[in-house]
């Protein structure tokens, strides 16, 4: 009888016990242990940037970067459609207008040509979210920045150690996050990262992670709204052990990737778009193996056979302007976004964690042949 293969597995082949235990037998749990400073010491010398923020996961990571970035009510800010909830929930707590734009069919990234015919003199900021493995076309990004001086927040939730034209994922615009999340490349089970090269920046992100203490001030008296998103000790422990092997983790996801392309390509006779392998200026690190099925009744189908065959699949995000959430707060009618509205109704991805093992690798995709045997 075959087992259930979990969408995800983490994997963790390290100093993760070791660290783990430093922090039990010393009794550093909270966020005040020597981990955290380490951490964000190494992580953000990993991103190229100056400082390092630790904080309790990616979506407080955004909520964080937003309000330390000034966006405030009335604000317009730009992101893609087809994304996780977290930044345009971010926008909407701060204020913000969340301003849409389709994807691109291919690399399934926010379309970066349609980005300035949506520029207004409300619009403060542009969130970059890189999705599933290919980085944004970072340098256009950055043009219209400084043209219309306009602050960028990186999304890299998903891009540990990914590169946008030599230069890593992590290091572009005002400010970037990242999620360790057990689904991610690397993982403290839940957390994130701010980073970022600005001192004052850095700053205020410290304070807003700690319930905006004032550092020059009497302790327990207060001049902002903040949260309390703090890291423990015992995940920048996780999140240390997991850093020293990023570099074989990569390799693995690559491999993963490279061997999905190779057992699925048959699909792209059936009218299924896989992931682009790479483009002038990335390759693709499969974070997730996703796979956009011609229609959403054909995509219905394998997930319906696939979890028959007790494998754990994922469908992809659901697009922002198509939220039930906000279209009850939002009377007017949206635009439509074609690219991003079919990758939402027909997307998904099979097993992808580092964790996985080759023999449920081929299970998986012996599985998706026999349906098209
Ligand atoms: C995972 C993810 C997040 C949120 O991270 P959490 O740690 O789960 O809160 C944000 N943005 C993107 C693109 C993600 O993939």
Redesign the pocket.
């Known amino acids: 009888m075959n087992e259930f293969i979990p969408v995800n597995t983490p994997l963790f082949t390290g100093n993760e016990k070791k660290y783990l235990n430093e922090c039990i037998d010393t009794g550093w749990v909270s966020s005040e242990g020597a981990f955290i400073k380490k951490f964000e010491h190494e992580f953000s010398r990993y991103c190229n940037r100056k400082h390092g923020i630790a904080v309790s996961?990616?979506?407080?990571?955004?909520d964080i970067a937003v309000k330390a970035i000034g966006i405030k009510k009335g604000d317009e800010v730009i992101l893609p459609t087809f994304?996780?909830i977290?930044?345009a929930l971010s926008i909407i707590k701060a204020g913000g207008i969340p301003v849409y734009v389709d994807s691109e069919a291919d690399t399934w990234n926010m379309d970066v040509d349609k980005i300035e015919a949506c520029i207004t003199d409300k619009t403060k900021a542009i969130v970059v979210?890189?999705?599933y493995g290919l980085p944004v076309e970072m340098d256009k990004i950055l043009n219209l920045a400084s043209k219309y001086n306009l602050r960028i927040i990186e999304?890299a939730?998903?891009m540990h150690g990914q590169t946008f034209d030599n230069k890593i994922c992590g290091s572009f615009g005002d400010i970037s996050?990242f999620?360790?999340?057990a689904?991610?490349t690397i993982t403290t089970g839940?957390?994130?990262m701010i980073v970022c090269d600005d001192d004052k920046l850095a700053e205020k992100c410290k304070k807003y992670r700690n319930l905006s203490f004032e550092p020059d001030q009497p302790r327990f008296m207060h001049f902002e709204t903040g949260w309390n998103y703090r890291m423990t000790n015992m995940q920048a422990a996780l999140g240390l052990a997991q850093l020293e092997q990023i570099d074989n983790l990569i390799i693995k996801k690559r491999a993963m990737g490279a061997f999905y392309q190779n057992e699925l390509k048959f699909l792209k006779n059936y009218g299924f778009d896989l992931p682009l392998p790479s483009t002038p200026f990335a390759q693709n690190i499969y974070w997730v193996f996703g796979l956009v099925a011609p229609t959403e009744s054909e995509k219905i189908k394998v997930l319906d056979h696939l979890k028959k065959e007790l494998i754990g699949t994922r469908p992809f995000f659901w697009c922002m302007h198509e939220q039930p959430l906000f279209i009850s707060n939002n009377t007017e009618k949206m635009p439509s976004f074609p690219i991003a509205e079919k990758l939402a109704r027909c997307g998904f991805y099979i097993p992808s964690g580092l964790g996985l093992t080759e023999f449920d690798m081929k299970r998986t995709v012996n599985s998706i042949k026999k349906l098209y045997a």
Do not use: M, Q, R
């Not at 996961?57 to 955004?62: H, I, M, P, R, Y």
């Open positions: 996961n990616g979506s407080a990571a955004l994304t996780i977290s930044p979210v890189h999705i999304d939730a998903e996050i999620s360790f999340y689904n991610k839940e957390g994130g």
